[in-house]
């Protein structure tokens, strides 16, 4: 038996090879002397485990001499999120709604500290303004993030903002950890997240969350498109749509859709608390 208490199965290089994907995936790029200093390589392992993946197509090398994970993990990524049961049974609420709004529908759940789209259905409209289906974008500026934030357990929320640095994206985006948080609970009351202009300037988002079979509210559905088309009052006129399809997503996935339905009070004066 192995003296260094691993299982006889293990393969330590390949554990290290995994560990050089994460990072890259994580920081966006780095050089050999970057990723051996993060993961405590010497330089000419890490060159080596930078080379073997690149030579597989998992890392590309800029001229910079930077590498950054490449595009066959974002395929092998986007294949594992084509077998998620939420994007199944989320895909005919997502085509209803782009069929009725005629603006893009996104699909996201929350990773660290992030939202990821992993879904999408785009306008047909000329002017949109959209993510790519894979892509990453700040939580805390975003509806589909904000909704998924406001229903986090409170010891989860509490980590997020002891670690979270807010960064400016948008002309609006929330700079003060106590804005968001007041931000935060009008969103768990109202029961859906608006982005006004926060990631991007012309952008706006409406999105709700979606509850799995824990009563987690892992996903959320946004509706998105230009400032100029996608008014304030659009947005009221779409909300309760957008919310009634996540509920029935919620439902199917054996989600309890009620733990947000019956705290949202509609009124005329959400618009002066639009920007949450």
Known sequence: MPVTGKKYFFIGSLAKGL?????????????????????????????????TLQELGYVDKS??????AGMKLLE??????????????????????????????NLGLYDSFEVLHVDKIDSLEILRIDARSG????????ALGKVILAFLPPDEQAVFFKQVK?????????????MLKAALARIQEKGFAVDDE???????????????HNDRASYALSISGPAVRLSLKRIERIQPRLRKCCREI???????????????????DWQTRHRS
Not at 28 to 48: I, K
Not at 166 to 178: A, D, E, V
């Open 19 to 51: 560990d050089v994907m994460e990072l890259l995936v994580e920081r966006g790029d780095a050089s050999v002397s970057e990723v051996a200093r993060a993961l405590g390589f010497n330089r000419a392992s890490s060159h080596r485990f930078l080379s």
């Open 63 to 68: 001229e910079q001499a930077r590498y950054s």
């Open 76 to 105: 092998m990524g986007l294949r594992l999120a084509g077998r998620l049961e939420v994007r199944k049974i989320s895909r005919p609420y997502m085509q209803l709604l782009a069929e009725t709004f005629k603006e893009t529908v």
């Open 135 to 142: 892509s990453r974008a700040p939580a805390y500026c975003t």
């Open 166 to 178: 807010l960064r400016r994206h948008g002309p609006n985006t929330i700079r003060s950890k106590k």
């Open 198 to 212: 926060e990631l991007s300037a012309g952008l706006r988002c409406v999105a709700a969350p979606i509850f799995d």
């Open 250 to 268: 919620s439902a199917k996935l054996g989600g309890n859709d009620g733990r947000y339905q019956s705290r949202h009070r509609p009124g005329a």
